[in-house]
């Protein structure tokens, strides 16, 4: 089939309706001959129906349904050795209130059904297949936050979310956001923002039931290291400045991150440990001449991963998905990037552009 992504939306005075259909077929890079040669399917379909309703000057609301269907399969020429299947249904309410003068205030929650309806793994060459997990997921959020202008340099914003899932134990993960934005000049503005976010593991990473330790009969490659257990959760702590002089936009960002029960990408999705580390971003455009721009950017992080104490990377035999240098630094992750080019508009249809980077 070809491929396709396709949105069509419409409205109704105060109801919108939002169709999504997605499909993707494409083969698995092989650096090696080999027969069959697998491929991928993903595919999506969705719909969301919202209800927005102004009650007041001061207060609305918000309704919004939803159903997904999603699928992914990994097929050789003969079999489906890979296939997940699920059907998410969504719901949200919400409120904002402007009444209070200079905040604008909005809280809600948010349920979700996740409709497991297939999980099955098929070796490749074997006969038999076998259920990753058959167990339906649920979880609620619920978040409330407020943006306030005090004046026209200054606005708060703060807010708090708290997320519950059946996916990883029974526990309710807070997060939340906070920053002061504030405008010095007409030409510099600075932010300062702290967010804590947390993302669940997928079903194939918490409820596996055929990879991981201590599963029946595991394949050698996915079977001695843990399923994940618990949410990744992320702190941030940023400060912005953008700076216009002249014919120049300059951005900088200093910023630092932690990453606890860091899941890894590799089978069967273990939580092995914690990454922390601070960077700075630098940009620059400058406008040489009504057609030349001149621009840069600079990143540089410096960030460390320390393994959780029950857990071995050598010994559970992932150190090839999460693989760090004497220095506990990721490897494949770049420490210093540069980037720098000259666009030149030769005329309206035609732009030039050069870069270099390291």
Not at 116 to 124: C, G, L
Not at 228 to 235: G, R, T, Y
Not at 243 to 262: G, H, P, S, W
Not at 287 to 309: A, H, K, M, R
């Amino acid at each position: 089939q070809p491929d396709h992504f396709i949105v069509a939306n419409g409205q109704y005075h105060d109801w919108s309706v939002q169709l999504t259909s997605y499909h993707k077929d494409f083969y698995e890079l092989r650096l090696t001959p080999g027969d069959p040669e697998p491929h991928y399917v993903d595919e999506m379909r969705g719909i969301e129906i919202k209800h927005q309703h102004e009650v007041n000057k001061d207060l609305s609301t918000l309704l919004s349904l939803s159903s997904v269907y999603k699928s992914m399969g990994r097929h050789s020429s003969e079999t489906a050795w890979l296939s997940l299947t699920q059907m998410d249904w969504n719901a949200e309410a919400g409120l904002t209130y402007t009444g209070i003068k200079g905040h604008v205030l909005q809280t809600g929650i948010q349920l979700i059904y996740e409709d497991n309806m297939e999980a099955i793994f098929q070796a490749e060459g074997s006969p038999i297949k076998q259920t990753f997990y058959d167990k339906d997921t649920s979880g609620v959020g619920f978040y409330i936050d407020d943006q306030y202008t005090v004046n026209d340099q200054l606005e708060l914003v703060a807010g708090l979310r708290f997320d519950y899932n059946t996916l990883v134990n029974d526990q309710v993960y807070p997060s939340g956001r906070a920053a002061v934005i504030y405008k010095a000049t007409d030409h510099w503005t600075s932010k300062i923002m702290l967010n804590k976010s947390t993302r669940m593991p997928s079903p194939l990473a918490a409820l596996n039931e055929i990879w991981g330790l201590g599963a029946p009969s595991p394949p050698v490659w996915a079977g001695s290291s843990p399923t994940a257990d618990k949410a990744e959760e992320l702190v941030t702590l940023e400060w912005g400045n953008i700076v216009y002089f002249d014919k120049t936009r300059m951005a900088i960002n200093l910023y630092y991150q932690q990453l606890d029960n860091f899941i890894t990408w590799g089978s069967p999705h273990s939580n092995v440990g914690n990454y922390d580390g601070w960077g700075v971003e630098l940009s620059l455009n400058q406008e040489l001449t009504q057609n030349i721009s001149l621009w840069g950017n600079l990143s540089y992080v410096d960030s460390t991963f320390e393994t959780s104490d029950s857990f071995d990377l050598a010994a559970n035999n992932v150190d090839a998905h999460q693989a760090i240098d004497d220095s506990d630094r990721l490897i494949g992750a770049p420490q210093l990037t540069i980037n720098a080019g000259i666009d030149t508009r030769i005329s309206d249809d035609i732009l030039f552009s050069t870069q270099l980077r390291y």
